[in-house]
C-alpha cells in the first residue's frame, strides 16, 4: 500500500513546512571568481557566527543553484573542542587546528556540518565553490540548538524510561510500558527551551523507536513527528536522515488512517531522492 501512496505522490499537492525555530539566521550573498581562494578548491567568502550558548549543537549547510560548494568551520576561541559529524579536523602545518569540512554530507552536493560546542565563542564559516569563472549566488544556513541542564536531564530521564519500559514489557505488561513511554515522552516536551534542543529530539526520535515496537502508534507518531520537525529546521532538504525521519512518520500516519498526511510525507521523500 506504501508503494501506492508513494506512486500518487507526483500528483501530490504539498503542505506548507513548519515554521523555522529561533536561533536560526540565513546569509546570502553573492561570490565572485575574485575573492580569496580557498586553498585547493576556489574563491571563498567568510562569516561569523557568535554563538549565544555555552552549549550548543551547531548545523550549518551551504547552498547554491550555480555551483558545487564545500563548507570548512573554525573556532577562534580556546573553549573545549567540538565534536564534528561528517568532517574531518584540518591540519595547519605541524599545529592541529579547531576546523572541520565537508563537501556533500547533505544530500547530493549539499555540503554539510554538524558541530557541538561546550563553551562561548564564534564560528568561522568559510564557503567555497569548486571551478567557479562567474559569479555565484550562496546561501548558508546557520542554526543553534541550545542546550542547558534541564533539556540534558530531560534527555536522561527519557532514556532511562525507555530502560523501564523495556523491563516492564519483558516482564509482560506491555500496556505498564505503553504508559510509561507515553508519560516519559510528554514529560521531556514539557521541559523549558524543549523546542530546540537536539538532546531532547534525539531521544524522542530513540522513544518513537520503542513506542513502536510496542505498537503504541499515537506514541511514536508524537515522539517521531517532532523529531521530523527538528530535523526539517536544521538539515539540508535531501540530507538522508530527513528522508528517513519523513518516511518513518509517514507509515506510522498512514497506519492511524491519515492517507493524506502520509502522501505528503512520502511526496518530499520522493522529490529528495529525485
Not at 550549518?60 to 565534536?83: C, G, I, W
Amino acid at each position: 500500500m506504501l508503494t501506492l501512496i508513494l506512486t500518487a505522490c507526483l500528483t501530490a499537492a504539498l503542505q506548507d513546512e513548519p515554521t523555522i525555530l529561533k536561533h536560526a539566521t540565513k546569509h546570502e550573498f553573492t561570490l565572485s571568481p575574485k575573492d580569496p581562494v580557498l586553498e585547493g578548491i576556489g574563491p571563498s567568502k567568510t562569516i561569523r557566527y557568535v554563538l549565544e550558548s555555552d552549549d550548543s549543537v551547531l548545523f550549518v549547510y551551504a547552498e547554491s543553484p550555480e555551483a558545487d560548494l564545500v563548507l570548512r568551520a573554525q573556532f577562534d576561541s580556546t573553549a573545549t573542542a567540538p565534536k564534528p559529524s561528517g568532517a574531518a579536523a584540518l591540519i595547519a602545518g605541524k599545529k592541529r587546528v579547531e576546523a572541520f569540512e565537508d563537501d556533500d554530507s547533505g544530500g547530493g552536493t549539499t555540503p554539510f556540518l554538524r558541530l557541538e560546542r561546550k563553551g562561548h565563542g564564534t564560528l568561522l564559516i568559510q564557503a567555497a565553490a569548486k571551478r567557479a569563472t562567474t559569479e555565484i549566488r550562496i546561501t548558508v544556513h546557520c542554526f543553534e540548538a541550545r542546550e542547558s541542564a534541564a533539556t540534558r536531564a530531560a534527555a536522561a530521564a527519557s532514556e532511562a524510561a525507555l530502560e523501564e519500559s523495556q523491563q516492564l514489557a519483558q516482564s509482560g505488561d506491555l500496556d505498564g510500558a505503553r504508559a510509561n513511554l507515553a508519560e516519559a515522552l510528554n514529560r521531556m516536551l514539557e521541559t523549558p527551551g524543549a523546542d530546540h534542543s537536539a538532546a531532547i529530539h534525539g531521544a524522542a526520535e530513540n522513544l518513537g523507536l520503542d513506542a513502536d515496537r510496542l505498537s503504541d502508534l499515537p506514541t511514536t507518531r508524537g515522539a517521531w513527528s517532532k523529531a521530523h520537525d527538528f530535523h526539517f529546521r536544521t538539515l539540508p532538504p535531501d540530507h538522508p536522515d530527513l528522508q528517513v525521519a519523513r518516511f518513518n512518520l509517514a507509515a506510522t500516519t498512514y497506519t492511524l488512517g491519515d492517507l493524506e498526511g502520509a502522501r505528503d510525507l512520502l511526496a518530499r521523500v520522493y522529490r529528495a531522492r529525485g
